[in-house]
């Protein structure tokens, strides 16, 4: 069963001079808890704000559990949660204010639903008179997914919620969503940070309004086209610059301390969108050995070439430079929705 289903979305601003999502489809399984992958301006909010019934599309339609977006607003809105990518609750109300004023809001109150905020609300149980202005960025995050949950929603989206708060309140934020994911609850979630894709069941990347894969994280890996090698040196701005002379190279792209690097000759294209390519060992080997012994030449010292396993960063890049053709085919949605009506 599909409880959000996305068919053919278009968006655009400025009079259609800017193009905020192109032809987007996708569902979203009941229970799974789902992950937007990109940039900022990559569409991800835009998505969301239409998925709950605070903009309308172009073209296209969308169901949140069965509604349609446009036809069936009214009841979208009382059975999702959303969290806004910027804090949006009242600063001048203390933690506890806010979560009756929400808990009224939708009809219900704090202790009905009490058990599907406690792990989170335990934490601010210290604060509960303090202002929502004065917490803390983490803190912040956790109010507001306590009033985005308080009237126990079916379906909730999240725009961004770990952005501008610490690693560890990161870390915590994804462990409560766990947990919430084990209450039945369907949750989307966006992020700009790669990493965090990781913790999510399935992943859309997303750049520039158009969805570029749709897999598990593991699955996106897996088609990784070509072996990849990080490569260090002791001088890396002489490294960059002698990339650009070896004739061999593919790809080469800086991360963090080492170089991201794939070889031309050991381009392995696959088709399908899930089977990891076959890979001659032999020839690897070969053309890193060759590669490191050039770099010894040009002078380099503490020469590293280190096969590694593809990243979601990685993958996402290397998504990027494909033409469109050439990109994996789209999943399709489960089922046809009517057109989106103005």
């Not at 008179?129 to 929603?153: D, E, F, N, V, Y």
């Not at 570029?212 to 490569?231: D, G, K, M, R």
Request: glycine share 6%; proline share 5%.
């Amino acid at each position: 069963m599909h409880t959000v289903i996305v068919q053919n979305i278009v968006k655009r601003f400025e009079n259609g001079a800017v193009s905020a999502l192109d032809d987007v489809s996708f569902d979203v399984r009941a229970g799974e808890l789902f992950g937007l992958i990109g940039p900022d301006g990559a569409g991800k909010t835009s998505l969301f704000r239409i998925l709950t019934t605070v903009l309308l599309a172009d073209s296209g339609s969308a169901s949140v559990a069965g509604y349609d977006v446009v036809k069936d607003y009214k009841k979208i809105r009382g059975i999702v949660g959303y969290m806004p990518g910027r804090f949006s609750l009242y600063q001048d109300l203390s933690v506890q204010e806010n979560l009756e004023f929400f808990a009224t809001l939708f009809g219900t109150s704090v202790k009905e639903n009490y058990d599907l905020i406690r792990d989170i609300y335990v934490q601010l149980e210290p604060f509960k008179t303090r202002r929502a202005g004065k917490l803390s960025g983490g803190m912040k995050q956790k109010l507001a997914l306590c009033c985005a949950l308080i009237h126990r929603p079916k379906v909730m989206f999240l725009d961004e919620p770990t952005t501008g708060v610490d690693p560890v309140s990161r870390k915590e934020f994804w462990e409560m969503l766990a947990r919430l994911k084990q209450q039945g609850i369907t949750i989307l979630v966006s992020t700009p940070y790669m990493d965090e894709a990781r913790r999510c069941e399935r992943i859309a990347l997303m750049q520039s309004g158009r969805i570029l894969s749709i897999a598990t994280p593991q699955e996106i890996t897996q088609t990784y086209p070509s072996p990849l090698f990080a490569v260090s040196t002791s001088n890396m701005p002489a490294l960059r610059k002698d990339l650009k002379s070896y004739e061999n190279i593919k790809s080469a792209m800086a991360f963090g301390e080492t170089m991201h690097v794939t070889f031309v000759d050991n381009e392995l294209r696959s088709h399908n969108a899930v089977s990891k390519p076959t890979i001659d060992h032999d020839t690897i080997g070969s053309e890193a050995d060759q590669f490191k012994h050039y770099l010894v030449q040009q002078g380099h010292g503490d020469v590293s070439v280190e096969r590694i396993e593809p990243t979601i960063e990685d993958c996402f890049i290397q998504l990027m430079q494909q033409p469109a053709m050439q990109q994996p085919a789209m999943q399709q949605p489960a089922m046809q929705q009517p057109a989106m009506q103005q």
